[in-house]
Protein backbone atom coordinates (compact mmCIF):
# COMPACT_ATOMS: atom_id res chain seq x y z
CA UNK A 1 0.00 0.00 0.00
CA UNK A 2 0.95 3.71 -0.47
CA UNK A 3 0.63 6.25 1.45
CA UNK A 4 -0.41 9.82 -0.34
CA UNK A 5 2.34 12.01 0.85
CA UNK A 6 5.63 13.29 -0.33
CA UNK A 7 8.21 11.30 -1.88
CA UNK A 8 10.37 10.92 1.45
CA UNK A 9 7.55 8.98 3.72
CA UNK A 10 6.00 6.62 0.89
CA UNK A 11 5.95 3.21 1.74
CA UNK A 12 6.07 0.25 -0.03
CA UNK A 13 4.48 -2.89 0.91
CA UNK A 14 8.01 -4.83 -0.46
CA UNK A 15 8.14 -8.81 0.32
CA UNK A 16 11.29 -9.40 2.87
CA UNK A 17 12.52 -11.60 0.48
CA UNK A 18 12.95 -9.19 -2.05
CA UNK A 19 14.50 -7.04 0.57
CA UNK A 20 18.65 -7.20 0.06
CA UNK A 21 21.54 -5.49 2.03
CA UNK A 22 24.50 -5.23 -0.13
CA UNK A 23 27.87 -4.23 2.54
CA UNK A 24 31.04 -2.93 0.89
CA UNK A 25 34.19 -3.61 2.43
CA UNK A 26 37.94 -2.64 2.32
CA UNK A 27 39.86 -0.89 3.31
CA UNK A 28 41.08 2.82 2.73
CA UNK A 29 41.73 4.48 -0.61
CA UNK A 30 40.90 1.27 -2.27
CA UNK A 31 38.03 2.74 -4.45
CA UNK A 32 34.74 1.20 -2.57
CA UNK A 33 32.92 4.67 -2.88
CA UNK A 34 34.03 5.06 -6.40
CA UNK A 35 32.04 1.61 -7.05
CA UNK A 36 29.33 2.51 -5.34
CA UNK A 37 29.21 5.80 -7.42
CA UNK A 38 29.54 3.99 -10.61
CA UNK A 39 26.69 1.90 -9.33
CA UNK A 40 24.39 4.41 -8.07
CA UNK A 41 25.14 7.17 -10.93
CA UNK A 42 27.01 5.81 -13.37
CA UNK A 43 29.61 8.62 -12.69
CA UNK A 44 33.19 8.36 -11.29
CA UNK A 45 34.39 11.44 -8.62
CA UNK A 46 38.57 11.78 -8.98
CA UNK A 47 38.35 13.86 -5.59
CA UNK A 48 38.81 11.47 -2.78
CA UNK A 49 36.88 11.93 0.37
CA UNK A 50 37.57 9.56 3.49
CA UNK A 51 34.35 7.86 3.81
CA UNK A 52 32.76 7.13 7.80
CA UNK A 53 30.16 4.98 6.43
CA UNK A 54 27.42 6.00 3.51
CA UNK A 55 24.22 4.33 3.45
CA UNK A 56 21.90 4.49 0.12
CA UNK A 57 18.92 3.02 -1.19
CA UNK A 58 17.55 2.16 -4.05
CA UNK A 59 14.37 0.44 -5.30
CA UNK A 60 13.30 -1.59 -8.48
CA UNK A 61 10.38 -2.72 -10.73
CA UNK A 62 11.03 -5.91 -12.69
CA UNK A 63 8.49 -7.78 -14.49
CA UNK A 64 5.86 -6.63 -12.11
CA UNK A 65 7.65 -6.98 -9.36
CA UNK A 66 9.24 -5.31 -6.46
CA UNK A 67 12.91 -4.56 -5.00
CA UNK A 68 14.73 -3.01 -2.44
CA UNK A 69 18.27 -3.08 -2.16
CA UNK A 70 19.76 -1.14 0.16
CA UNK A 71 23.93 -0.48 0.08
CA UNK A 72 26.23 -0.21 2.91
CA UNK A 73 29.68 1.81 2.07
CA UNK A 74 31.84 1.28 5.23
CA UNK A 75 34.74 2.88 6.63
CA UNK A 76 38.39 1.63 5.79
CA UNK A 77 39.30 2.62 8.81
CA UNK A 78 37.26 0.26 10.97
CA UNK A 79 37.24 2.51 14.33
CA UNK A 80 34.50 0.21 16.10
CA UNK A 81 34.77 -3.89 15.27
CA UNK A 82 31.63 -3.93 16.58
CA UNK A 83 29.67 -2.21 14.08
CA UNK A 84 31.82 -3.94 11.06
CA UNK A 85 30.49 -7.22 12.37
CA UNK A 86 26.91 -5.34 12.59
CA UNK A 87 27.59 -4.69 9.03
CA UNK A 88 28.79 -8.39 8.80
CA UNK A 89 25.45 -9.96 10.08
CA UNK A 90 23.02 -7.51 8.36
CA UNK A 91 24.76 -7.53 5.00
CA UNK A 92 22.98 -9.93 2.73
CA UNK A 93 25.50 -9.93 -0.65
CA UNK A 94 29.18 -8.52 0.05
CA UNK A 95 31.95 -6.41 -2.44
CA UNK A 96 35.24 -6.67 -1.31
CA UNK A 97 37.51 -4.21 -2.86
CA UNK A 98 41.48 -4.34 -2.75
CA UNK A 99 43.83 -2.28 -4.83
CA UNK A 100 45.85 -4.25 -7.23
CA UNK A 101 49.18 -1.72 -6.08
CA UNK A 102 48.88 -2.23 -2.31
CA UNK A 103 49.39 -5.28 -0.83
CA UNK A 104 48.32 -4.22 2.64
CA UNK A 105 44.62 -3.97 1.32
CA UNK A 106 44.88 -7.47 -0.09
CA UNK A 107 45.73 -9.02 3.69
CA UNK A 108 42.78 -6.70 4.57
CA UNK A 109 40.71 -8.46 2.16
CA UNK A 110 41.98 -11.94 3.14
CA UNK A 111 40.99 -11.10 6.44
CA UNK A 112 37.39 -9.58 5.76
CA UNK A 113 36.39 -12.64 3.96
CA UNK A 114 37.48 -15.25 6.77
CA UNK A 115 35.21 -12.79 9.18
CA UNK A 116 32.21 -12.68 7.31
CA UNK A 117 32.06 -16.41 6.69
CA UNK A 118 33.01 -17.15 9.73
CA UNK A 119 30.23 -14.79 11.21
CA UNK A 120 27.34 -15.84 9.22
CA UNK A 121 28.52 -19.35 9.82
CA UNK A 122 27.77 -18.68 13.31
CA UNK A 123 24.52 -16.60 12.63
CA UNK A 124 23.20 -19.68 10.08
CA UNK A 125 24.24 -21.87 12.94
CA UNK A 126 26.06 -23.81 10.31
CA UNK A 127 29.71 -24.41 9.50
CA UNK A 128 32.13 -22.43 7.30
CA UNK A 129 32.30 -24.60 4.74
CA UNK A 130 28.09 -24.58 4.28
CA UNK A 131 27.67 -20.98 4.68
CA UNK A 132 26.14 -20.26 1.76
CA UNK A 133 27.44 -16.04 1.16
CA UNK A 134 26.92 -14.34 -2.47
CA UNK A 135 30.42 -12.40 -2.48
CA UNK A 136 32.94 -11.21 -5.15
CA UNK A 137 36.37 -9.82 -4.64
CA UNK A 138 37.45 -6.88 -6.58
CA UNK A 139 41.26 -5.97 -7.46
CA UNK A 140 40.30 -2.28 -8.21
CA UNK A 141 42.53 -0.03 -10.17
CA UNK A 142 43.38 -1.91 -12.90
CA UNK A 143 43.60 1.23 -15.62
CA UNK A 144 47.03 2.04 -13.48
CA UNK A 145 50.57 1.75 -15.20
CA UNK A 146 52.23 0.54 -11.80
CA UNK A 147 54.15 -2.26 -10.36
CA UNK A 148 51.68 -5.13 -9.19
CA UNK A 149 51.98 -5.93 -5.39
CA UNK A 150 49.54 -8.64 -5.89
CA UNK A 151 50.72 -11.85 -8.06
CA UNK A 152 47.94 -13.97 -10.00
CA UNK A 153 48.67 -17.17 -8.00
CA UNK A 154 47.97 -15.48 -4.31
CA UNK A 155 44.58 -14.25 -5.85
CA UNK A 156 43.52 -17.51 -6.83
CA UNK A 157 44.99 -19.03 -3.79
CA UNK A 158 42.59 -16.91 -1.85
CA UNK A 159 39.61 -18.55 -2.84
CA UNK A 160 40.31 -21.52 -1.00
CA UNK A 161 37.28 -23.50 -2.44
CA UNK A 162 35.03 -20.62 -1.44
CA UNK A 163 31.74 -19.57 -3.54
CA UNK A 164 32.77 -16.24 -4.44
CA UNK A 165 34.17 -14.96 -7.49
CA UNK A 166 37.31 -12.27 -8.33
CA UNK A 167 37.08 -9.38 -10.86
CA UNK A 168 40.12 -7.06 -11.72
CA UNK A 169 38.19 -3.66 -12.41
CA UNK A 170 38.77 -0.37 -13.00
CA UNK A 171 36.41 2.18 -11.10
CA UNK A 172 37.51 4.99 -12.91
CA UNK A 173 37.05 3.66 -16.67
CA UNK A 174 34.37 1.66 -15.66
CA UNK A 175 36.17 -1.62 -16.62
CA UNK A 176 33.96 -4.83 -16.07
CA UNK A 177 32.30 -2.75 -13.16
CA UNK A 178 28.69 -4.09 -14.90
CA UNK A 179 29.92 -7.88 -15.33
CA UNK A 180 30.67 -7.88 -11.89
CA UNK A 181 27.77 -6.93 -10.47
CA UNK A 182 25.68 -8.71 -12.72
CA UNK A 183 27.78 -11.77 -11.54
CA UNK A 184 27.08 -10.79 -7.66
CA UNK A 185 22.95 -10.86 -8.41
CA UNK A 186 23.31 -14.13 -10.05
CA UNK A 187 25.17 -15.72 -7.19
CA UNK A 188 22.69 -14.09 -4.87
CA UNK A 189 19.39 -15.47 -7.25
CA UNK A 190 17.93 -11.66 -7.46
CA UNK A 191 17.47 -10.09 -11.11
CA UNK A 192 19.95 -9.82 -13.42
CA UNK A 193 17.79 -5.97 -14.48
CA UNK A 194 19.29 -4.84 -10.88
CA UNK A 195 22.62 -4.03 -12.31
CA UNK A 196 23.48 -0.83 -13.67
CA UNK A 197 23.20 -1.20 -17.49
CA UNK A 198 20.30 -3.53 -17.36
CA UNK A 199 17.29 -0.97 -16.14
CA UNK A 200 16.33 2.56 -17.11
CA UNK A 201 17.10 4.91 -14.24
CA UNK A 202 13.61 7.14 -13.52
CA UNK A 203 13.25 9.93 -10.77
CA UNK A 204 11.79 9.85 -7.81
CA UNK A 205 8.73 11.20 -8.88
CA UNK A 206 7.72 7.84 -9.82
CA UNK A 207 7.32 6.66 -6.78
CA UNK A 208 3.49 7.05 -6.36
CA UNK A 209 2.83 4.54 -9.24
CA UNK A 210 5.39 2.36 -8.43
CA UNK A 211 3.18 -0.13 -6.51
CA UNK A 212 0.27 0.09 -8.93
CA UNK A 213 -0.23 -2.89 -10.83
CA UNK A 214 -1.57 -1.05 -13.91
CA UNK A 215 1.89 0.52 -13.87
CA UNK A 216 3.95 -2.58 -13.29
CA UNK A 217 2.94 -4.25 -15.82
CA UNK A 218 3.37 -2.02 -18.51
CA UNK A 219 6.35 0.10 -20.23
CA UNK A 220 7.34 3.44 -19.58
CA UNK A 221 6.89 6.08 -21.85
CA UNK A 222 10.15 5.96 -24.85
CA UNK A 223 11.17 2.92 -21.83
CA UNK A 224 13.84 0.59 -22.37
CA UNK A 225 11.61 -2.49 -21.49
CA UNK A 226 10.05 -3.36 -18.17
CA UNK A 227 12.97 -3.11 -15.45
CA UNK A 228 13.67 -0.09 -14.29
CA UNK A 229 15.16 1.51 -10.78
CA UNK A 230 14.59 4.83 -8.37
CA UNK A 231 17.52 5.88 -6.19
CA UNK A 232 15.43 6.68 -2.45
CA UNK A 233 17.51 9.92 -2.12
CA UNK A 234 15.22 10.76 1.34
CA UNK A 235 16.65 7.15 2.29
CA UNK A 236 17.71 6.83 6.18
CA UNK A 237 20.04 4.11 7.83
CA UNK A 238 17.92 1.57 9.82
CA UNK A 239 18.86 2.10 13.37
CA UNK A 240 21.40 0.03 15.21
CA UNK A 241 18.69 -1.29 17.72
CA UNK A 242 16.35 -2.22 14.56
CA UNK A 243 19.54 -4.07 13.22
CA UNK A 244 20.10 -5.85 16.35
CA UNK A 245 16.19 -7.71 15.92
CA UNK A 246 16.70 -8.29 12.68
CA UNK A 247 19.65 -10.30 13.53
CA UNK A 248 17.75 -11.72 15.84
CA UNK A 249 14.69 -12.90 13.87
CA UNK A 250 17.27 -14.27 11.51
CA UNK A 251 18.87 -16.18 14.13
CA UNK A 252 16.04 -17.92 15.32
CA UNK A 253 14.72 -18.94 12.22
CA UNK A 254 14.46 -15.90 10.08
CA UNK A 255 11.97 -13.07 9.35
CA UNK A 256 8.53 -14.15 8.03
CA UNK A 257 6.85 -11.14 7.06
CA UNK A 258 7.81 -7.49 6.29
CA UNK A 259 11.04 -5.84 8.58
CA UNK A 260 9.36 -2.03 8.41
CA UNK A 261 12.99 -1.15 9.32
CA UNK A 262 14.54 -2.54 6.04
CA UNK A 263 11.63 -2.29 3.77
CA UNK A 264 10.49 1.01 3.92
CA UNK A 265 11.63 4.62 2.35
CA UNK A 266 11.82 7.03 5.63
Do not use: W
Not at 39 to 59: A, V
Not at 100 to 129: A, G
Not at 165 to 181: D, G, H, L, P
Request: aromatic fraction near 10%.
Amino acid sequence: MIKKTSPSENEFDIPAKNCRRMVILGSTKVGKTAIVSRFLNKRFDEQYTPTIEDFHRKIYSIRGDVYQLDILDTSGNHPFPAMRRLSILTGDVFILVFSLDNRDSFHEVQHLKKQIFETKSCLKNKTKEDADVPLVICGNKCDRDFYREVKEEEIEQLFGGDKCAYFEISAKRNTNVEIMFQTLFNMAKLPNEMSPDQHRQVSVQYCDVLHRKSFRNKKLRNGDGDAYGILATFARRPSVHSDLMYIKEKAIGGCQGKDKDRCVIC
